[in-house]
């Protein structure tokens, strides 16, 4: 089964933890995957200490989903979660979450990096392809 980092802004908490419980719930057949993320809370601002909770969450992950909300481009963090997830030579996967319609953030667009409309169906494709 694949094992996903899940990473977004942290207004995106709610709708993004409702998600992960559905793919990591059996009784919910639509998504079937395993999930990593930083979805605990952290009672720190030190970059490195964050910086090295994001390696530890990614490394023995698949690959990395963004889920792009409507402010997700002035996130501080996606940038480095998703140049670390390219630097360990694994994918990176971009979704809009449903109904919003924010910028994509740079570093997607940079590194050539699709943001896929909402669906489900597109979000289980992509964590298990």
């Given at each position: 089964?694949?094992?996903?980092?899940?990473?977004?802004?942290?207004?995106?908490?709610g709708v993004v933890a409702t998600i992960k419980?559905?793919?990591?719930?059996?009784?919910?057949?639509?998504?079937?995957?395993?999930?990593?993320?930083l979805l605990k809370r952290w009672k720190t601002e030190d970059e490195a200490t964050i910086k090295q909770a994001i390696s530890k969450s990614?490394?023995?992950?698949?690959r990395t989903i963004v889920f792009v909300g409507?402010?997700?481009?002035?996130?501080?963090?996606?940038?480095?979660?998703?140049q670390m997830t390219l630097d360990a030579k694994k994918p990176v996967y971009a979704i809009r979450l449903n109904g919003t319609d924010g910028k994509t953030p740079?570093?997607?667009?940079?590194?050539?990096?699709?943001?896929?409309?909402?669906?489900?169906?597109?979000?289980?494709?992509?964590?298990?392809?």
């Open positions: 089964m694949s094992v996903v980092f899940f990473s977004f802004k942290e207004e995106d908490r419980g559905k793919a990591v719930n059996s009784n919910y057949p639509n998504l079937n995957f395993r999930v990593r993320d990614i490394k023995g992950t698949s409507d402010k997700t481009h002035k996130s501080h963090w996606i940038p480095h979660e998703v740079k570093c997607l667009s940079e590194n050539g990096i699709h943001v896929y409309a909402w669906s489900e169906a597109r979000l289980q494709e992509l964590a298990t392809k």
